[in-house]
């Protein structure tokens, strides 16, 4: 009997220490909004629990307006192979973009994605997508064969790739 109400207070003390973990994260993460692991099969990620990322959203959203950019310009020799031109179409979405691969703009690492000519990308995150979004402070710091498309959004539109 004694082993049995030592367990119960050891779980009960666990649940507490579990439950201030969750009060903690959704404090520091506030609108970005917690990532919940419970939807990831980490074991086909290859990735540990500890590896996924504290926020599910990406803190600049979906946008990359704001804050310095510096990117990898195309060539006109890959514009034309994708049949693109420096200048997006006047009726074309301002969030697409057509100008460059990759990226840094904000202070973190994004790339281009999707169909050639689509103007789509995404931001990039190390751990295949899940873990922490990878930052920079010019376009050659992105990159890296443990990143991905922002991935494991199920509330914010800034994982995946879009425009």
Same mark, same amino acid.
């Given at each position: 009997?004694?082993?049995?109400?030592?367990?119960?207070?050891?779980?009960? %003390?666990?649940?507490?220490?579990?439950?201030?973990?969750?009060?903690?994260?959704? !404090?520091?993460?506030?609108?970005?909004?917690?990532?919940?692991?419970?939807?990831?099969?980490?074991?086909?990620?290859?990735?540990? =629990?500890?590896?996924?990322? =504290?926020? !599910?959203?990406?803190?600049?959203?979906?946008?990359?307006?704001?804050?310095? %950019?510096?990117? !990898?310009?195309?060539? !006109?020799?890959?514009?034309?192979?994708?049949? %693109?031109?420096?200048?997006?179409?006047?009726?074309?979405?301002?969030?697409?973009?057509?100008? =460059?691969?990759?990226?840094?703009?904000?202070?973190?690492?994004?790339?281009?994605?999707?169909?050639?000519?689509?103007?789509?990308?995404?931001?990039?995150?190390?751990?295949?997508?899940?873990?922490?979004? %990878?930052?920079?402070?010019?376009?050659?710091?992105?990159?890296?064969?443990?990143?991905?498309?922002?991935?494991?959004?199920?509330?914010?539109?800034?994982?995946?790739?879009?425009?």
């Amino acid at each position: 009997m004694k082993f049995n109400t030592s367990l119960l207070l050891l779980a009960a %003390q666990f649940s507490g220490i579990l439950a201030i973990a969750v009060s903690s994260r959704a !404090e520091e993460c506030g609108d970005l909004g917690v990532m919940d692991i419970s939807s990831i099969d980490l074991a086909s990620a290859g990735i540990e =629990a500890e590896e996924v990322r =504290a926020c !599910e959203a990406h803190p600049m959203g979906d946008s990359r307006v704001r804050g310095e %950019q510096d990117w !990898e310009p195309l060539t !006109e020799e890959q514009l034309t192979a994708n049949n %693109q031109t420096l200048t997006p179409k006047p009726d074309e979405d301002s969030s697409c973009y057509y100008k =460059a691969g990759s990226g840094c703009s904000g202070g973190y690492c994004w790339k281009a994605c999707g169909t050639a000519g689509d103007g789509k990308w995404c931001w990039l995150a190390y751990k295949g997508g899940y873990g922490d979004w %990878q930052k920079c402070s010019k376009y050659t710091d992105c990159g890296g064969v443990t990143t991905g498309c922002g991935a494991g959004c199920l509330t914010s539109g800034s994982c995946g790739c879009s425009c």
